[in-house]
């Protein structure tokens, strides 16, 4: 089993320009999440989906949007990228939310730096 | 939201030195993992933990959640142990895992 994986891997955009970063799980979790982290900090959840068809902002959403193409795939997408916007993303998933099902397993993340 | 503070913030240890570091949350949890953030960034799961002890290896957790902490022990460091630990929680109340701001350790040679 490949875990979660993201791509690409490391990316340079301009201010504006628009992107999209993707995430597939095979681990058969209904529940996925992207974070961002910055600089010597934790990482915050910017959206998640519960499971297949919904979406929930979580702490950090200005600027993203996000698709649950189906189960296992959770798009994360910048429409305008800016400065601020530069940082380590992270997807994660879990079984589910509740009680013993919500243990999060992380990708191995995308290095967005936008000029 | 819930609080999550770790400490130390920073940790220099000689390889074979034993450690301890803190986790200290401001509410009830369902969730409270441990991961390990190694030098080329990427995170992975070291325990599992919302109450009790586990051990893995050189590695062990109790999390007391009566009290609202959690602590990580390695034993006989190793300079592959070097790295960013971070505490995260989802509060009873929510969905989100909080990350604390990370304990940085280095084990030197």
């Known amino acids: 089993n490949a875990g979660v994986t993201q791509t690409p891997k490391f990316q340079v955009l301009k201010t504006g320009q628009s992107m999209t970063l993707q995430c597939a799980q095979d681990?058969?979790?209904?529940?996925m999440y992207w974070y961002r982290q910055d600089p010597g900090m934790g990482l915050r959840l910017i959206y998640y989906?519960?499971?297949?068809?919904?979406?929930d902002k979580g702490e950090v959403p200005n600027g993203y949007n996000v698709s649950r193409l189906n189960k296992r795939e959770f798009s994360l997408r910048l429409e305008s990228a800016a400065p601020s916007q530069t940082s380590v993303y992270f997807c994660?998933?879990?079984?589910?939310?509740?009680?013993?099902?919500?243990?999060?397993?992380f990708g191995p993340g995308t290095r967005l730096t936008v000029l | 939201g819930i609080q999550v503070e770790q400490s130390p913030p920073d940790l220099i240890l000689q390889e074979g030195a034993n450690s301890t570091l803190r986790c200290n949350f401001s509410?009830?949890?369902?969730?409270l993992q441990w991961f390990h953030q190694n030098p080329w960034g990427q995170l992975i799961n070291l325990f599992y933990?919302?109450?009790g002890t586990k051990q893995n290896g050189r590695l062990s957790a109790t999390t007391v959640a009566t009290e609202r902490y959690s602590l990580l022990y390695i034993s006989s460091s190793q300079t592959t142990d070097s790295g960013v630990y971070f505490c995260?929680?989802?509060?009873?109340?929510?969905?989100?895992?909080?990350f604390g701001g990370g304990t940085r350790l280095m084990v030197k040679p």
């Open positions: 995260a929680v989802v509060g009873n109340a929510g969905n989100m895992l909080t």
């Open positions: 509410d009830s949890v369902n969730n």
């Open positions: 681990m058969n979790h209904n529940s």
């Open positions: 994660a998933s879990s079984e589910g939310l509740a009680g013993g099902l919500n243990e999060q397993f």
């Open positions: 933990i919302p109450s």
């Open positions: 989906s519960a499971s297949e068809g919904t979406t």
